[in-house]
């Protein structure tokens, strides 16, 4: 059975910088892409950024620039960089597992494992 958590949410003022981790746990050939979500109360949640069995990474207008993922294939770890954060970034911040190879940022619906969320607050 896969297990995901994701760490290193909290608190952080406009401008600041946050790095997200997601420790899995279970067969690493259980999956074969991973993605960051994040979902803002009263809003649906929406990919950030994800990465392809092959490395390949994708992500969302709004953070490109800002947010870099990246993963420890070893490890079995996920992990989301951001910087230059702002208020609109507030959110749960999910990670996410899925069979498919090729990820995306736009179809929740292909993830199969997901983690319980991890809080990021940013105030301006």
């Known amino acids: 059975q896969v297990q995901l958590q994701e760490s290193g949410g909290g608190s952080v003022q406009s401008g600041g910088s946050r790095w997200l981790v997601c420790a899995s746990l279970g067969p690493r050939s259980s999956w074969n892409s991973m993605a960051w979500f994040r979902q803002a109360p009263g809003k649906e949640r929406e990919g950030v950024a994800c990465?392809?069995?092959?490395?390949?990474?994708r992500y969302q207008d709004s953070v490109k620039g800002r947010f870099t993922i990246s993963q420890d294939v070893a490890k079995n770890s996920l992990f989301l960089q951001m910087s230059a954060l702002k208020p609109d970034d507030t959110a749960m911040y999910f990670c996410a597992a899925s069979f498919a190879k090729t990820c995306s940022v736009k179809t929740v619906g292909i993830y199969n494992y997901w983690g319980p969320g991890t809080q990021v607050t940013v105030s301006s």
């Open positions: 990465i392809d069995s092959d490395g390949t990474t």
